[in-house]
């Protein structure tokens, strides 16, 4: 028996509904903000994520999954979805379209990471990426997006919390004092860490090796070396977010685990959902279209796990969406009926009703049990008089009222359906 890959999932008909439920809701806020849904390769080449995500990062150095095709082209499963979209936006030129261009998807993305409670190695991501705009206003307009979702949710206690990681400017400084200041803690520091010391010191903040997060408490904070632009513009996104009634917390430690962010960063985090308790995470990164093509353009976004976010609502008991069941199990006696049932559904799903039919040449009685378990709202039996007269019952399943219809009217049949709704 071939069972699924470790730190895969199977989504199964009895759940499927609630992703339905949550994709619905944010497609609906993406509408509201004027976002546009790109949809992109489930693979890229390898260097796009070595170059877009980072060389020193956890995801590409640990987590990725990379194979050689048949031309032996190397090849990855994408890890996230910002450096698809971009290597996309450079390739079709979207820079010289309208700016600032608004995207959104819902994807599935591949980690190889050790799988627990909201960690998986397939899981689901809604992002959105704003291409093309520097100001303020749009890192506000990104979190307000995301807060959004949680409050059309109904998701209670999230936290906000956001940071300036700076330009390069701010960051060389600030990066000097870091190697300073984890050199001279460098024995508490894990292995990763030693060598990030070199490479990368600002990832040691983002370790979650206990040691070293103890350290990192006391490590120099970027908001102490960020440059005057960057300050105004940390204070102006701030400004915009009290405006839109957000409440936030600055917290210098949030740094992010991808190498391309630059200025605000930000999460959102919930107390509800244990250790791997970031939901959304996101930011500004100006120098991403000039690492993967040769355009200077600002961008900024975020990716929000969609397995957590469920988590989430499940875990404050909120209200995910509900299966719809069938509207009309059209059951039938002997193979004629059969036939004329099939007709029947036909012009009924022609209408807008969902329509069953048996399909397994069951008893009568084993239909209407099968109806049942389904759900269905209404259900009508089709036999020789019904055939015969073109009339039936049809029958309220909750009620056990019957109303009878006129089988070649399926306007009418119709209307009795949607007024029970
Ligand atoms: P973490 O610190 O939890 O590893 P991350 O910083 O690696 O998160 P991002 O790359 O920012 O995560 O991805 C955005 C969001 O995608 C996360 O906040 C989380 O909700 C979700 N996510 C990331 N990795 C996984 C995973 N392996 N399984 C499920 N969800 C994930
Ligand atoms: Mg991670």
């Not at 409050?151 to 701010?170: E, F, M």
């Amino acid at each position: 028996m071939i069972k699924m890959p470790r730190g895969t999932k199977d989504i199964l008909p009895d759940e499927s509904y609630k992703w339905q439920y949550v994709e619905d809701v944010i497609k609906g806020v993406c509408r509201d903000f004027n976002f546009k849904e790109i949809r992109f390769p489930t693979f890229e080449h390898t260097e796009l994520f070595q170059r877009g995500v980072g060389d020193t990062t956890d995801v590409v150095q640990k987590e990725m999954y990379t194979f050689s095709d048949k031309d032996n082209r190397s090849l990855t499963l994408r890890p996230e979805g910002t450096a698809g979209v971009m290597r996309s936006f450079v390739e079709h030129g979207l820079y010289g379209g309208a700016l600032p261009l608004k995207l959104f998807y819902l994807i599935s993305c591949f980690r190889y990471e050790k799988p627990q409670a909201g960690r998986l190695r397939e899981f689901h991501q809604f992002g959105v990426e704003l291409l093309g705009s520097p100001s303020p206003a749009s890192d506000a307009e990104v979190i307000s997006l995301a807060n959004a979702i949680f409050t059309r949710l109904g998701v209670r206690d999230l936290h906000l919390i956001i940071n300036s990681l700076g330009c390069r400017d701010c960051r060389k400084e600030h990066s000097k004092a870091l190697k300073a200041y984890f050199t001279a803690h460098k024995d508490g520091l894990c292995d990763t860490c030693r060598e990030r010391l070199e490479k990368n010191p600002m990832r040691i903040i983002d370790c979650k090796n206990e040691s070293c997060k103890e350290i990192a408490k006391d490590a120099p904070s970027i908001l102490d070396y960020i440059c005057g632009e960057c300050s105004d513009h940390f204070e102006e996104t701030k400004r915009h977010l009290t405006a839109a009634g957000i409440d936030f917390t600055v917290d210098p430690t949030i740094v992010r685990g991808l190498d391309y962010y630059s200025k605000t960063v930000f999460e959102f985090v919930s107390g509800d959902i244990g250790a791997q308790s970031t939901v959304c995470g996101g930011g500004r990164y100006d120098y991403l279209a000039r690492e993967l093509g040769d355009i200077d353009c600002a961008g900024l976004g975020f990716a929000m796990g969609l397995e957590r976010l469920l988590l989430v609502m499940e875990a404050q008991g909120l209200y995910v969406g509900e299966d719809r069941p069938c509207d009309v199990y059209i059951a039938s006696m002997g193979s004629e009926a059969s036939v004329y049932a099939s007709g029947l559904a036909a012009k009924m799903r022609a209408a807008g009703i969902s329509a069953e039919t048996d399909l397994m040449k069951k008893s009568l009685k084993a239909q209407m049990k099968y109806a049942d378990r389904q759900g269905a709202r209404f259900s009508v039996v089709i036999g020789e008089s019904e055939m015969e007269t073109g009339r039936a019952q049809l029958k309220n399943m909750a009620t056990g009222e019957k109303t009878d219809i006129d089988l070649n009217d399926v306007t009418a049949v119709s209307a009795v359906i949607k007024e029970a709704k």
